[in-house]
């Protein structure tokens, strides 16, 4: 083979399992799969430590950078420094909390502006689906201009700029994308069985998961797959916390709806009923629950009721996530987790006796599969070389203030996790945020990408 830039050796996570090869990087692309000990003349060669396995980078799907307008709490290029520290190498940023939010082509252009040349890792956006933008031709618009999908919230978002679909425009953006076969992913939570519940404020944490119950999740996703029913269209269910959801998944897939859904490392890997007395920097939406509803999003996931695993890496300021001196009900809500997901997500894996292949299936090539980037998330010949040096029995204990992300506020803070992301390579090269490379993506079948 000629004209090879790297070769790197050691283990490695194939889409066929981890074994011993050579991986040949020719043009940012992984040319070759072969024996540890293939003869390759490469520019540079890398051998990996006998700790170390390397493994696709990650998709994160489900991240707020939050700029422009809101980058005080976060921002492209701490956001992608994160991402990069945590083997991270494409990411997907919401519609919201930036300024403007991204519901029109030109909100669009304002945040690809803000983003262009400040990204260590691949950026690409969600468009969103709100009362304003139903009906105007800017949906298909967003579309062309090669947003991955729409979100919406069927609740309030927390957020002005971004109000959430009643139920007849649930089903107008359901009809409105299905003419173009345009992807909804729903934050569904039901607004009227949160109102009855509403929060009484204070300290404890029991009271706040008391105020989102589980039959929130499961009243929204019943009217999104009646959607589905009824439009043939596609949907994407965020941040599945409740067990109550799972069924009303299984059922609406094997009748043959076109419906995804995923969860995250927090709904995994945290007890509410560890959560002490206003502990806020775990105060996220929908709720963190309890250890059975754990036991429940890892056999969803194991038997393919749930999609995906994506950090929801949700920050704010330090002032703001505990507002209130610890009152659930005036704390900002969010988590950020972008950095740590894959570590929580495999000290809970190996401790449940779940193998790295599978974590990778939900984090790297399912969410890839999601945002519809096929040559992303797995070790194999023709896939682009995004590749992260993965020591999954290192271990190290969670300090915020040591984190890539903007704000020194994490709900993992004081966890011993093992798994530690040791170099991250986008393309072939080393990520360095200093010098950030990455680039600003389109849906590949996008007009003009
Ligand atoms: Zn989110």
Redesign the pocket.
């Known amino acids: 083979m000629t004209d090879v830039d790297l070769v790197l050796r050691g283990r490695v996570l194939t889409p066929e399992g981890e074994r011993e090869a050579s991986v040949a990087v020719v043009g940012g692309r992984i040319a070759a799969v072969g024996p540890a000990d293939a003869a390759a003349d490469a520019r540079e060669e890398r051998r990996l430590e006998p700790d170390e396995v390397l493994i696709p980078g990650l998709v994160d799907t ?1 991240v ?1 950078v939050n700029e422009p307008g809101r980058t005080e709490w976060e921002g492209f290029a701490t956001a992608t420094a994160a991402a990069a520290a945590g083997g991270v190498t494409t990411i997907l940023d ?1 519609p919201l909390n930036s300024i403007p939010p991204t519901t029109t082509v030109p909100a669009l252009r304002v945040k690809q502006q803000a983003a262009q040349g400040r990204v260590a890792v691949d950026v690409g956006f969600w468009g969103g689906a709100v009362p304003g933008n139903l009906g105007t031709g800017e949906l298909r618009a967003l579309h062309e201009a090669g947003v991955f999908g729409f979100k919406c919230f069927l609740a309030p978002s927390g957020v002005d700029e971004f109000p959430h679909l009643g139920r007849a425009q649930l089903d107008a953006a359901l009809d409105e994308l299905a003419a173009f076969d345009g992807l909804l992913i729903v ?1 569904a939570e039901d607004p009227d069985v949160l109102h009855a519940h509403e929060n009484p404020g204070g300290p404890r944490y029991a009271d706040y998961v008391a105020s989102r119950p589980d039959e929130a999740e499961a009243a929204a996703v019943e009217h999104v797959i009646a959607g589905l029913r009824r439009t043939g269209g596609r949907a994407h269910i ?2 599945v916390s409740s067990a109550a959801v799972l069924p009303l998944l299984r059922a609406a897939k094997a009748d043959g709806l076109r419906i995804t859904a995923e969860t995250c490392p927090h709904y995994l890997t945290i007890d509410a009923g560890q959560i002490g007395d206003g502990e806020t920097r775990f105060k996220c939406a929908p709720p963190i629950r309890d250890a059975a509803t754990q036991d429940a999003l890892w056999a969803a996931l194991a038997d393919g009721t749930l999609d995906a695993v994506v950090t ?1 890496h ?1 920050p704010a300021t330090v002032e703001l996530k505990t507002a209130g001196g610890g009152d659930f009900a005036r704390a900002w809500g ?1 988590i950020s987790g972008l950095q740590l997901g894959l570590s929580a997500v495999w000290t809970a894996a190996r401790a449940r006796g779940v193998p790295l292949a599978e974590v990778l299936r939900w984090m790297s090539s399912g969410t890839a599969a999601l945002a519809g980037l096929p040559d992303r998330g797995r070790i194999a010949p023709g896939a682009r070389a995004d590749l992260a040096v993965f020591a999954p029995d290192e271990r190290f204990t969670v300090d915020a203030h040591a984190l890539a992300h903007r704000n020194p506020v994490t709900a993992y803070e004081g966890r011993e996790l093992r798994g530690r992301v040791r170099a991250t390579l986008l393309a072939g090269e080393p990520v360095d945020p200093a010098a950030p490379a990455g680039r600003l993506l389109s849906r590949p079948d996008a007009p003009g990408d």
């Open positions: 489900h707020h919401m934050h965020l941040h929801d949700s969010g």
